[in-house]
């Protein structure tokens, strides 16, 4: 069933189906109207008594005997044997069919009369037809009503209203024909556009993220109009809504958290093809761009799209450094002008489902905890293969990429519920793909002061304190046994924009 919320969203998001049913069923209405031939009708009335009567009681008897033989006229005034001496006494061209068809009586409530409408191409003809309808229906009846024997018939029909004559035409009415046609257009293009409602189950809006998680997204990519292949960094301009989306995620995760700021951020996605690898990509920019020493990593070593999308050229990468053919700082590569460093998936067949290799990469961003501010590790995807859940025990939390309109609501909210459960915890859902027109209505965009042009530091950006000696913390930025985990960041309802 469609909730009212639901349809509401629905009706805003895909308006065209409404006006272009309106639109639809006009024309349609006025090509009726303009095909349609006139109709003319025209109505008389006849009162329906008993003969003979002469005292109170036989009139009363009377008025009941013809209340009862009314719904037998109305029976006869529509049959072919009237209408066929309609056609004799006026010479027609029809069939008797087609007159008895043309041919409408009822009685009028509590009464003895009987209304007669008859309807025509001409106001001329119709009024004749209707007047010879009475002239014969008088005689069928005082045949009918004729007892054996009796002269006169028991059953008197008087015309109490000549049949009129009207000029305007019955059909087709324009107000009434496109109103219909407007009204019927307008029915079907809401049917039209709610079906996707009825029928959804997949996530697209903040309300889904929120009742698959229990939290609403932490950021919402725009779908790219003009997608640049192997680049993120066109849609990253300082005035673009995805960065003012990141700006804000970059705000959460940096200080969103106090003193223990999550330093390993793995981004995984529920499905493949969710554009994870992207937003692994943005966002370590859009913390370089912030100050921050950032190392990006592809962890994702059955399909790695990493190098692609950052149009690498290629390189040895995360494979060689656990393989030992390569050293950590030559598989290194600068991007986006040197602001952060890239460790792509690497050239060397390695099975990712190994211990050896959960291992190796777990000691691996343990290292690189000491070379930068925040270590952003691009994941494999959640749906066919948990290689991300194995990184739980080393990251300080997961960002969850959904794509809009594709991603299930079953899917995100299994695959939240299964990186909650891991020791760093989900920090939140990043909503991506999501259309320009979609994001406005359900205002989505976050308006934000874009950055100013920032060089990346040699050093960091917001220097650790040292922690007093004697209290067993280190000044490394290394985990320790007993470290405050970091919880899952507080949802930020979007402004409206």
């Given at each position: 069933m469609v909730q009212l919320a639901d349809a509401r969203r629905a009706l805003r998001a895909r308006w065209v189906f409404p006006v272009l049913g309106v639109l639809i069923g006009l024309a349609v209405a006025a090509l009726v109207l303009w095909r349609a031939s006139p109709t003319y009708s025209s109505t008389t009335r006849v009162f329906v008594s008993a003969t003979e009567v002469s005292d109170l009681p036989e009139a009363h008897a009377a008025e009941l005997f013809a209340t009862q033989r009314l719904a037998s006229y109305v029976q006869l005034l529509g049959s072919e044997r009237l209408a066929r001496g309609v056609v004799e006494d006026l010479d027609l061209d029809e069939t008797p069919a087609d007159v008895a068809s043309r041919i409408r009586a009822a009685a009028v409530p509590d009464t003895v009369v009987l209304e007669i409408t008859v309807t025509d191409r001409t106001a001329e003809r119709a009024q004749q037809l209707a007047d010879a309808v009475t002239t014969e229906f008088t005689d069928q009846v005082a045949t009918v009503e004729q007892p054996p024997g009796v002269v006169d018939s028991a059953v008197q029909v008087t015309t109490i209203e000549p049949a009129t004559f009207d000029s305007r035409p019955i059909s087709p009415a324009p107000a009434r024909d496109l109103?219909?046609?407007?009204?019927?257009?307008?029915?079907?293009?809401?049917?039209?556009?709610?079906?996707?409602?009825?029928?959804?189950?997949?996530?697209?809006?903040?309300?889904?993220?929120?009742?698959?998680?229990?939290?609403?997204?932490?950021?919402?990519?725009?779908?790219?109009?003009?997608?640049?292949?192997?680049?993120?960094?066109?849609?990253?301009?300082?005035?673009?809504?995805?960065?003012?989306?990141?700006?804000?995620?970059?705000?959460?995760?940096?200080f969103g958290h106090g003193d223990t700021p999550p330093q390993v951020v793995v981004v995984a996605g529920v499905l493949a093809g969710e554009d994870r690898s992207a937003l692994a990509a943005r966002l370590a920019l859009s913390l370089a761009q912030g100050g921050h020493r950032v190392v990006l990593v592809e962890a994702d070593l059955r399909s790695p799209d990493l190098a692609r999308t950052l149009a690498l050229p290629g390189h040895a990468g995360l494979s060689d450094v656990l393989a030992g053919t390569s050293d950590l700082d030559s598989a290194l590569q600068p991007w986006a002008d040197g602001s952060l460093e890239v460790l792509t998936a690497g050239s060397t067949p390695l099975d990712p489902s190994t211990q050896a290799t959960t291992d190796g990469t777990a000691a691996l961003l343990t290292r690189l905890r000491n070379r930068a501010d925040v270590v952003v590790v691009d994941a494999a995807p959640l749906g066919p293969v948990p290689d991300a859940v194995a990184l739980g025990d080393v990251a300080d939390g997961f960002l969850l990429a959904s794509r809009f309109g594709v991603t299930s609501q079953e899917q995100l909210t299994g695959a939240a519920a299964m990186l909650a459960d891991t020791a760093a915890g989900l920090l939140g859902v990043v909503l991506t793909h999501v259309p320009r027109r979609a994001a406005r209505i359900q205002r989505m965009l976050v308006p934000y002061v874009a950055d100013r042009a920032v060089t990346p530091a040699a050093t960091l950006a917001h220097p650790r304190p040292t922690p007093p000696e004697g209290t067993g913390q280190s000044a490394g930025p290394g985990r320790q046994a007993g470290r405050d985990r970091v919880g899952r960041l507080p949802a930020v309802s979007p402004e409206p924009s």
């Open positions: 109103s219909l046609g407007g009204g019927l257009g307008l029915l079907l293009g809401a049917l039209w556009a709610l079906l996707p409602a009825r029928g959804r189950r997949t996530v697209s809006s903040a309300d889904d993220v929120l009742a698959a998680t229990g939290s609403r997204p932490l950021a919402v990519l725009v779908e790219d109009a003009t997608p640049t292949r192997g680049s993120v960094l066109p849609s990253l301009g300082p005035d673009s809504p995805d960065a003012a989306a990141l700006r804000r995620l970059r705000a959460h995760l940096r």
